[in-house]
């Protein structure tokens, strides 16, 4: 099994701010089937970012995803208010894993 | 625009089992296969299994192999999750998530449901 670490394991920044989140892997995701997602408080997640770099539809063009192999990161290039959440990698080449998450609370 | 509408929330006894629906609307169900995945609370998210409605065949993740039933009604653009031998630990939210295509594996989930919560008390 793939086991996906996330760190920081919070991050506290304010709006307006850049927000570089981690993902390592285990081992390598092939063919980057690595996606990100966004939960807030009572809501299913809320997909991002797939493919490790590829936009979901509908996601604003703060959010970009990079990486392969075993590392991965997501950034968001300025904090909006609505951002404030945590955030869930996930693997997706051998069967599923997600990490633990990072959540991005504000400072 | 596609959405995935549950079923409410339940309460279990410790040794029984509860099924969860997850009906389809706005795409093309038999096209895309569904997974479950929980979320205990506080907790992050485990993939329990999925279908692929069109052929019916299931996967499940080895952790819930013969505890997990994942089935589908293409009639009814419903895809289920049964859980059995319930016991504390499976206190969870369980969301229904479809894949973007028709094969359970190397897919990411674009559409989620809105979740069940699932106590098991005695």
């Known amino acids: 099994e793939i086991v996906l670490t996330q760190s920081p394991g919070t991050l506290s920044l304010s709006p307006g701010e850049r927000a570089t989140l981690s993902c390592r892997a285990s081992q390598s995701v092939s063919s980057s089937y690595l996606a990100w997602y966004q939960q807030k408080p009572g809501q299913a997640p809320r997909l991002l970012i797939y493919?490790?770099?590829s936009r979901a539809t509908g996601i604003p063009d703060r959010f970009s995803g990079s990486g392969s192999g075993t590392d991965f990161t997501l950034t968001i290039s300025r904090l909006e208010p609505e951002d404030f959440a945590v955030y869930y990698c996930?693997?997706?080449?051998?069967?599923?894993?997600f990490g633990p998450g990072t959540k991005v609370d504000i400072k | 625009q596609v959405q995935l509408v549950q079923s409410g929330a339940e309460v279990k006894k410790p040794g029984s089992s509860v099924k969860v629906s997850c009906k389809a609307s706005?795409?093309?169900?038999?096209?895309?296969?569904i997974s479950w995945v929980r979320q205990a609370p506080g907790q992050g998210l485990e993939w329990m299994g999925g279908i692929i409605p069109i052929f019916g065949t299931a996967n499940y993740a080895q952790k819930f192999q013969g505890r997990v039933t994942i089935t589908a009604d293409e009639s009814t653009s419903t895809a289920y999750m049964e859980l059995s031998s319930l016991r504390s630990e499976d206190t969870a939210v369980y969301y229904c998530?479809?894949?973007?295509?028709?094969?359970?594996?190397?897919?990411?989930?674009?559409?989620w449901g809105q979740g069940t919560l699932v106590t098991v008390s005695s």
């Open positions: 706005g795409g093309t169900f038999s096209s895309y296969a």
């Open positions: 998530a479809r894949a973007n295509g028709t094969t359970v594996i190397r897919r990411y989930f674009d559409y």
């Open positions: 996930q693997q997706y080449g051998s069967l599923f894993t």
């Open positions: 493919g490790a770099s």
